[in-house]
């Protein structure tokens, strides 16, 4: 193999790699610019009383909405136009 090949399957190696990461951590921004999000509550409102809220691992970890499709990086402490309270 000649070393032009062999760094270049080096560097692909990496960028595969990366995928997962970037994959997790995502922003609809979109979404979040139509809604108006904000990564701090309204008043008592915020993301983790709502019934759109995915939570992450903890009650304290960044989480999804099932109105941002692709997000992993919702707050439960944002807050945005579309809240509705949790049951
Ligand atoms: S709809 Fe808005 S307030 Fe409700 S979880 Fe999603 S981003 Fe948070």
């Known amino acids: 193999m000649n070393p032009s090949r062999r760094k270049m ?3 692909g190696g990496l960028t595969l790699a990366m995928i997962p990461v970037v994959a997790m951590a995502a922003k609809n921004d979109a979404m979040r610019a ?4 904000k990564d701090s509550p309204e008043g008592d409102k ?3 009383t709502c ?3 995915v939570p992450g691992k903890s009650p304290t970890d960044l989480g999804g909405c099932k ?3 692709g ?3 919702v707050s439960p402490k944002g807050y945005c ?3 509705a309270k949790k049951g």
């Open 67 to 69: 109105i941002f499709p």
């Open 51 to 53: 019934v759109q809220f």
């Open 46 to 48: 915020s993301c983790a």
């Open 81 to 83: 136009v579309a809240w």
């Open 71 to 73: 997000d992993t990086e």
């Open 34 to 37: 139509s809604m108006k999000y």
């Open 9 to 11: 399957l080096k560097a």
